[in-house]
């Protein structure tokens, strides 16, 4: 069993400063999970009739990508490859003083203590992510056959779970390896090259509109995703948006959905 | 006097379907943009339901309780979705996966139903790969398939472990454009908490907005109930932390049938329970136990490491027991035999509750890197859970609740028993009888979603006509002040234990009283015990915070409440049936061997149960079945 000193942001709305508070986590056990530990905490802060910690999280098996918090200055903490949810307390030592913080950007406000508001991320999926197929009507399944590896890229790619992982990580701020996942999980296979140009446009018109910021090449993002997701993609993503312009200097697809 | 009638279309099954969308009413184009739909949920059948609806033209809106809609449960779905495409050309048909969910289901789900999700199941497909869901493929660009529990038959599509997460995203994609488009409104971070019925018909829901704490309601032609299971009634399962029985069990408060509550699946390959800070269980997936072997110490009280027990001491029960089936014995039987053997007190683990599932004989024969190559991301997960490796210590499994097959009984058109409220996905009972086949969820969603509802709403709009009713009749007024003061009395609650620890205490309760082995006399001590801890809750919990906030405590605390409630309904129904079906091991039912005893002459039925009162017993209601098309036999595992 370990004892741990945890300095928590706490911050009543959107419109409060925030501040960093101190709590004792007492009697933690290795083989809790990250947010079990702040369950335990919780149940404490409730029996003494204070406010628990709110925080984002839902499936805690690392797919819904709802959980979202910085440890000691790390999106997800410091296992790679790994969601807080799935973050266990054997990483941490008894006496140990841990950081608990929401994702910083300007796009993503926080709403109060560690929850921030992500809605940027989906209104980019509005803009285009997406195939514009209705229900029904569509070709048998086997009817276009598609090389192995590329639906094993574009299974890498759209692996990203959507947690902004890689915005709080960047410098920046940056959502292309968000968007870029999108993007590039569409651009190999050919049900997606049918809008391409209308889609990496508009996703990054949405994204540019938001407030993220560009992407740098400090490479942060990959090293904070829990799905891994490589930086490759921004560069298939600035590829995809560069072919929009053709020979004249005319965009095509632009005008978005 | 609530009726029950299936509205199964005549004729034969092969051809009902079809009969029936020709019979069915359509809306014109243009007075579609005149009828709206409320959704509730954004998984499977309630994303792909909203956009499907809004691309007709209906005025939609959805609701879901997370931050957006791409977070549904369904994203969990690991192994695959099921579809008669037959292109492995290995002898499947729509009447085979008929046969297979009718059978798998234990004779216990309707006939009609099934047919129709098989005869659509090859669409779904079809519609997936249209919206870029990257499922899996062999080096000739064609889809594979792997093979799954209950068949012998290939027809499970996936993609890797995620094929869930590929087929939600996929969904989400098309709900996201017609938001994009404006012709869905998104309402996400909302509670449903109450169904507004008028006039006995289902008008609309009193939302609560999990930011501001404001309680409005929302008026429309038609409420679309899509909001998961209730597997959380438990405490621990493999449901994400939020999933919840309001929705639905609020909507049986106001008229609408539950049906087959008791009708929960226990799958047999979850990671144990570590101590009483777990706050919910992670699946491995069913596939391992196609490599690795089940066993646990001969001797009771065994304090060897797994690896220092010599194969004499080792039991291999499911072996032993079932020679042909061994390792793959099916979910039900797998877990009953593992629970048996942990009550004998030869479980391992710290807790006792646990048996190996040891792969030290594969790796022996294969070589450690086929292991890594078939399940490497599955021994990753278990590693980084447990913190043990699992390609040099067994790991170690246990039984746990993941799966609804009961929920709010529905007719042929997915419409409850109340007009105008419709039930899809995992939050309905209609399509997995007693027990639910592996990757027949995603099937079951989808189909309800993009395939049915499209066509049953319309021709419910074009019956019942343009509604008048707004929000500012009289009974959407009441149900929001009733919500608002259900929201006080919780707020009030100054008590001295936690919602969750409250939480814990019935999920104890149902397990052991109404688990995988169920009896008359365990039954009546759970029904003795819920009330006492109802009135635990509202004599003794503490509820923290205020109404106009985010206040995570006051969720909980509102799902729990409904949940003691919702419990005594789940054993009520399984005190009522007197057999051993699916996964549920009645032992007073049972054969000379100790195998499972279905008993068709009383219990071939749905059982729909009518709310009466908080603590009374619901009224039950019977709807028949029968089986016209399949051959009620025995399932035998040796």
């Known amino acids: 069993m370990m004892n741990l000193k945890l300095k928590v942001w706490r911050q009543k709305n959107a419109q409060d400063k925030g501040k960093i508070v101190d709590y004792n986590a007492k009697n933690v056990s290795p083989d809790m999970s990250f947010l079990e530990m702040l369950d335990i905490v919780n149940e404490e802060l409730i029996l003494k009739g204070q406010e628990p910690i709110v925080f984002d999280h839902d499936c805690r098996e690392g797919i819904c990508g709802m959980c979202s918090q910085t440890i000691n200055g790390i999106p997800h903490g410091p296992e790679r490859g790994t969601t807080v949810c799935q973050l266990h307390m054997r990483h941490f030592k008894d006496g140990d003083t841990i950081f608990i913080e929401p994702w910083r950007a300007r796009a993503f406000p926080v709403m109060k203590d560690l929850i921030v508001d992500r809605s940027a991320l989906d209104k980019i999926i509005q803009a285009g992510g997406f195939v514009s197929v209705d229900t029904g009507g569509c070709p048998d399944a086997n009817s276009l056959p598609i090389a192995k590896d590329d639906a094993e890229d574009a299974m890498d790619a759209a692996a990203c779970i959507g947690c902004g992982a890689c915005v709080a990580a960047c410098k920046n701020a940056s959502a292309m390896l968000f968007v870029s996942a999108k993007v590039g999980h569409f651009a190999k296979l050919p049900q997606g090259k049918i809008e391409r140009e209308r889609r990496v446009q508009a996703m990054v018109k949405a994204m540019d509109d938001a407030g993220f910021g560009n992407c740098t090449n400090y490479y942060e993002c990959e090293a904070v995703c829990p799905k891994e997701i490589s930086v490759r993609f921004i560069a298939l993503m600035n590829r995809e948006y560069l072919r929009t312009i053709n020979h004249l200097g005319r965009k095509k697809g632009a005008g978005g959905f | ?354 048996v190996y599932l040891d792969f030290r004989d594969a790796i022996n024969r294969l070589g450690e890197n086929v292991i890594r190559e078939r399940y490497g991301n599955l021994f990753d997960m278990y590693e980084r859970i447990t913190g043990e490796n699992p390609y040099q210590v067994p790991m170690r499994i246990y039984p746990a609740l993941h799966y609804s097959m009961g929920g709010l009984w529905v007719d042929y058109n997915l419409m409850s028993n109340v007009p105008g409220l419709f039930v899809l996905g995992e939050a309905n009972f209609s399509d997995h009888g007693a027990n639910r086949l592996g990757a027949s969820a995603l099937m079951q969603g989808l189909a309800d979603g993009y395939f049915i509802i499209p066509y049953t709403v319309g021709d419910f709009y074009v019956r019942s006509g343009v509604s008048k009713v707004t929000t500012d009749h009289d009974e959407f007024k009441k149900a929001e002040a009733e919500a608002t003061d259900h929201m006080k009395k919780l707020l009030a609650l100054r008590g001295k234990r936690t919602v ?61 409440a409904d949940f003691l409630e919702f419990a005594e309904l789940l054993v009520y129904d399984a005190l009522m049936r007197r057999e051993s079906c699916g996964g549920h091991f009645r032992e007073e039912s049972q054969t000379k061997e100790g195998e499972a005893l279905r008993n068709d002459a009383e219990y071939s039925y749905v059982s729909a149960w009518e709310y009466t009162g908080v603590g009374k017993i619901p009224t039950l209601y019977k709807e028949p079945l029968t089986f016209e098309n399949v051959m009620l036999a025995e399932r035998s595992y040796k």
């Open chain 2, 1 to 354: 006097m609530a009726t029950l009638d299936s509205k199964v279309p005549s004729g034969p099954i092969t051809e009902k379907w079809d009969k029936h969308r020709f019979d069915m009413k359509l809306v014109n184009p243009a007075n579609k943009r005149k009828y709206s739909a409320i959704v509730v949920g954004s998984g499977l059948a309630g994303a792909s339901a909203a956009a499907s609806l809004a691309e007709l033209g209906y005025q939609v809106s959805c609701f879901c309780y997370q931050d957006s809609p791409r977070r549904a449960h369904s994203i969990a779905a690991q192994g695959g979705i099921n579809a008669a495409k037959n292109y492995p050309n290995d002898g499947d048909s729509i009447w085979r996966l008929f046969y297979d969910t009718v059978k798998g289901g234990d004779f216990r789900a309707r006939e009609a139903n099934v047919y129709r999700l098989a005869q659509v199941s090859g669409e779904i497909i079809d519609q997936c790969v249209a919206q870029g869901v990257p499922f899996a493929r062999d080096y000739g660009g064609l889809l594979d398939n792997r093979s799954f529990g209950g068949a012998l038959v290939s027809r499970t599509f996936y993609a890797r472990g995620q094929t869930g997460q590929q087929l939600l995203l996929g969904a989400y994609s098309a709900l996201a454009r017609q938001i994009g488009l404006g012709t869905i409104k998104m309402f996400p971070r909302t509670e449903m908490l109450d169904l507004v019925v008028v006039d006995g018909r289902a008008r609309g829901i009193v939302i609560r907005d999990m930011v501001t704490g404001k309680i409005q309601s929302f008026a429309a032609d038609a409420v679309i109930l899509a909001t998961g299971g209730y597997s959380n009634v438990f405490f621990l399962s493999t449901n994400a932390i939020g999933c919840n029985v309001t929705a639905t069990y609020r909507a049986y408060k106001r008229g609408a049938m539950f049906a087959n509550p008791c009708y929960t699946q226990i799958h047999p390959t979850c990671i144990p329970v570590s101590g009483e800070h777990q706050s919910k269980l992670t699946l491995m997936s069913e596939s391992l136990r196609n490599d690795g072997r089940i066993w646990v110490p001969l001797n009771k009280g065994e304090k060897r490491a797994a690896n220092d027990i010599p194969e004499a001491e080792r039991d291999y029960y499911l072996e032993r027991k079932y020679p042909s089936y061994g390792n793959l014995a099916p979910r039900d039987i797998s877990s009953r035999a593992a629970k048996q053997v942990c009550d004998e007190g030869r479980g391992v683990g710290d807790t006792g509750k646990g």
């Open chain 2, 500 to 560: 969750v620890d409250i939480h814990r205490q019935l999920g104890k309760v149902l397990w052991e009283g109404c688990g995988m082995g169920r009896n008359e006399a365990g039954l009546k001590k759970a029904l003795a015990e819920i009330p006492i801890i109802r009135e635990e809750f509202w004599k003794n919990s503490i509820v923290t915070g205020g109404n106009e906030e985010i206040n995570q405590a006051l969720e909980r605390a509102g799902r729990v």
